[in-house]
């Protein structure tokens, strides 16, 4: 039971994550410099004494063979991956973004366990060097990872 609901809860996650994407753009360059343009083009005045701010934002899930990982940054992403997966980019965060905050998440597929049973891969999150999320993975915590930045 506890397995169906933590297949049923990523999936749901997944699909959440694609349902609300990002502004498509075509390649990844594309993408960003919408959001980032789009972010900038409606705030009408930056928000006092707050500056942008770019962060090094990297995602790790942790395991063995091969998982689907979903993840936030500049926009919404799925990958199949080989596990342990590591990904790194950077984010520029306007004024008013930093004001309000921008989440970024990475969701990690299943993994087989040792004994047999599969359960959501461990994963973190690392902001400009400091660890700030990390899920153990397994039956426990929330089978993602998730930070605002500010």
Known sequence: M??????TALIAAAGLMTACGGSGGGDD????KGRTEQGRASSSKPASGVKDRTY???FEVDGEGSS???YNLDTNHSEQVTLPWKKSGELT???TERK????VSVVPGTVRL?????AAAPCSITVDGK???????????????EYTLR
Do not use: W
């Open 114 to 118: 040792s004994n047999g049973q599969f």
């Open 29 to 32: 360059e594309g993408g960003k």
């Open 93 to 95: 965060l306007n004024s």
């Open 2 to 7: 506890r397995r169906a609901m933590t297949i």
């Open 131 to 145: 660890k700030v999320a990390k899920d153990p993975g397994g039956a426990k915590g929330k089978h993602m990872c």
């Open 100 to 103: 309000v905050g921008i989440t």
């Open 68 to 70: 689907s990982v979903y």
């Open 56 to 58: 090094e934002v990297t």
